[in-house]
């Protein structure tokens, strides 16, 4: 397929827009630091009167995706608000207006690294000790995500499988770039459950429910006026797409190695077109988040 436009950074494209929703990893940061031009762009943006809210599928509060990118150097003022993946399911945990989320008991037991325990604290769930006496299970990723597969768990979701388990997924990636380390992210076990013909209950990126909370923070403007940036074809491309808003790739993330490119070089279009072919095509495409 022939690629879409590559332009050589948001300076092309923010007079079409009144709102963004960005991605953070592969875009803004790799885990440890900003991506050069970064800050400038986000200053630019805000000089510009651009709205800029950040949409990560982080499986835990955005209080705390605050503190991290402050600690990696991206001032809070740069950016107007954060909405996490953890969010979005803490909203639907608590609000229970939906099918998926209205017939959950009220026990649940907790996969994932030490760092996201307590993801649903303070919604009047109880966490057991037991996988056998819970009523659903809540992952938000890998206990140890440097060394583990999703080939360790299988004997645990084939347990979850026979009991009828729901997995409440609170990062549906698959895998996140760490410094200079691909890792594998939560999406990986939630994908393994329905592949054996368990339910999985998807909180974040590509998934609708993530954009509505999104919405509802940019009241009052159209979707027209609304684009996405991202560097996954998965779940920031797919999902811009799937609401009806634009979406625009950002090459140099964790397409980079695919691409043969680093962060901030344009593509061979060629090369990104193959790379394309049977993914929704993006509105356009970006180096990096630079102006």
Wanted: proline share 7%; with cysteine.
């Amino acid at each position: 397929m022939s690629a879409p436009p590559i332009h050589s950074g948001m300076r092309d494209i923010a007079p079409d827009y009144d709102g963004l929703i960005l991605d953070l990893w592969g875009v803004v940061h790799n885990g440890k630091r900003p991506y050069p031009g970064v800050l400038d762009c986000f200053a630019r943006l805000k000089d510009a009167g651009k709205r800029v809210l950040l949409l990560s599928n982080a499986p835990r509060q955005s209080a705390r995706v605050h503190v991290q990118l402050s600690g990696l150097g991206v001032p809070r003022d740069l950016y107007e608000d954060v909405v996490t993946s953890g969010d979005v399911a803490r909203l639907a945990l608590a609000r229970r207006d939906d099918a998926d989320h209205a017939r959950l008991g009220r026990r649940f037991f907790f996969i994932g690294p030490e760092r996201d325990h307590g993801a649903i604290d303070g919604l009047g769930y109880e966490q057991t000790a037991a996988i056998e006496t819970a009523d659903f299970v809540v992952v938000t990723g890998l206990i140890d995500d440097e060394s583990e597969t999703a080939a360790d768990y299988a004997p645990c979701l084939a347990g979850m499988k026979a009991r009828g388990q729901p997995l409440l997924c609170l990062n549906p990636d698959l895998s996140v770039i760490r410094g200079e380390s691909e890792i594998p992210c939560a999406g990986v076990l939630g994908e393994a459950y329905e592949r054996i013909g368990g339910k999985t209950v998807w909180h974040g990126k590509p998934h609708a429910r993530a954009y509505r909370v999104c919405f509802e923070h940019f009241a009052g403007i159209p979707k027209s006026r609304l684009a996405a940036v991202g560097d996954r074809l998965d779940t920031d491309i797919a999902g811009a797409r799937n609401v009806g808003i634009d979406a625009y790739l950002v090459s140099g993330g964790v397409l980079a190695e695919s691409l043969g490119i680093a962060y901030g070089r344009a593509p061979d279009p060629k090369r990104l077109g193959a790379l394309l072919a049977g993914h929704p095509t993006p509105s356009g495409v970006i180096p990096g988040f630079v102006w």
